[in-house]
Nanobody, 122 residues
Framework: QVQLVESGGGLVQAGDSLRLSCAAS????????MGWFRQAPGKDREFVAA????????YYADSMKGRSTISRDTAKNSMYLQMNSLTPEDTAVYYC???????????????WGQGTQVTVSS
């Protein structure tokens, strides 16, 4: 059974940085892409970034380009999201997810974590 566990969320001020982590367990993840999504109160879940198994082909939502970096450590079955210059609009629950391809389409992700809350105060 696949388990994805996010960590690293918290309360920060506008302009601060935060690094989220996602630890995967339960089976081999070789060849699988991973992604980050977020959901703010009253809004739909939206794509943040995704990365291939090898760590190549990072793909970002326009809102995250230039101020975030997605990476992964295949030896640790882990993925990370470094976010900089945070704004209150980044406040949301952040989820990591598993897919067989790098894609912004949430319906193509088969497994999801429980999420970690990120709150950015102004």
């Amino acid at each position: 059974q696949v388990q994805l566990v996010e960590s690293g969320g918290g309360l920060v001020q506008a302009g601060d940085s935060l690094r989220l982590s996602c630890a995967a367990s339960g089976r081999t993840f070789r060849g699988y892409a991973m992604g980050w999504f977020r959901q703010a109160p009253g809004k739909d879940r939206e794509f943040v970034a995704a990365i291939s198994w090898s760590g190549g082909w990072p793909y970002y939502a326009d809102s995250m380009k230039g101020r975030s970096t997605i990476s992964r450590d295949t030896a640790k079955n882990s993925m990370y999201l470094q976010m900089n210059s945070l704004t209150p609009e980044d406040t949301a629950v952040y989820y990591c997810a598993l897919s067989d391809r790098v894609t912004p389409d949430a319906t193509l992700y088969s497994d999801w974590g429980q999420g970690t809350q990120v709150t950015v105060s102004s």
